[in-house]
């Protein structure tokens, strides 16, 4: 009897710390639901999730694990560097500290508004969810960043 006890206390054992470790290996995944972008792998991604602000929208950032992407917050703000190019030339657009952006209305509802670089390779999406107050500050921030992204063409259409 007391070595079956004893089996069933270690299987107990081992059941519990592979569902520890398995809550760990969740927890520091920090994927956020973040999606791989062609050619986030790339070296002007590197960069420029390298050189991203430790700080944005009063958030700190905690990195994904996927190339080319960075998170602030508990993903409040996300942003995807790579081959993105899914917003037709004529969108209407916005300049913000001398970057073109587009808005992504497939992505931007229920306060979670989702923006595009335009006329930038690579380019550069950025998601802030409706918990961020003033994503105006934040895009202007993130503008500064993607300022030194090589820009192929301008916005036709001011929106």
């Known amino acids: 009897m ?3 006890s004893g ?3 270690a ?4 059941i519990a710390t592979c569902a520890v470790a398995l809550t760990a290996c969740e927890m520091s995944s920090r994927s956020y639901s973040v999606t791989a972008v062609p050619g986030g792998e790339s070296a002007a991604c590197t960069t420029l999730v390298h050189k ?4 944005l929208g009063g958030r700190d950032r905690t990195d994904s694990d996927i190339k080319g992407t960075a ?3 508990q993903g409040d703000v996300i942003l995807r560097c790579g081959n ?4 037709p030339k004529s969108a209407p657009c916005s300049s913000v500290n001398g970057v073109d952006w587009v808005a992504n209305t497939a992505n931007t509802h229920d306060g979670t508004k989702t923006v595009l670089t335009y006329g930038r390779s690579p380019a550069v999406e950025l998601t802030l969810s409706e918990r961020v107050n003033d994503k105006n500050a934040v895009i202007s921030k ?3 960043l993607v300022s030194g992204l090589p820009e192929q063409r301008t916005c036709t ?3």
Request: charged share 15%; proline share 4%.
């Open 84 to 87: 993105i190019s899914n917003v």
């Open 142 to 144: 993130v503008s500064g």
């Open 7 to 9: 089996r069933r206390l």
């Open 11 to 14: 299987h107990a054992a081992v």
């Open 157 to 159: 259409r001011r929106g």
């Open 2 to 4: 007391t070595s079956t």
């Open 52 to 55: 991203s602000p430790q700080h």
């Open 71 to 73: 998170v602030w917050g």
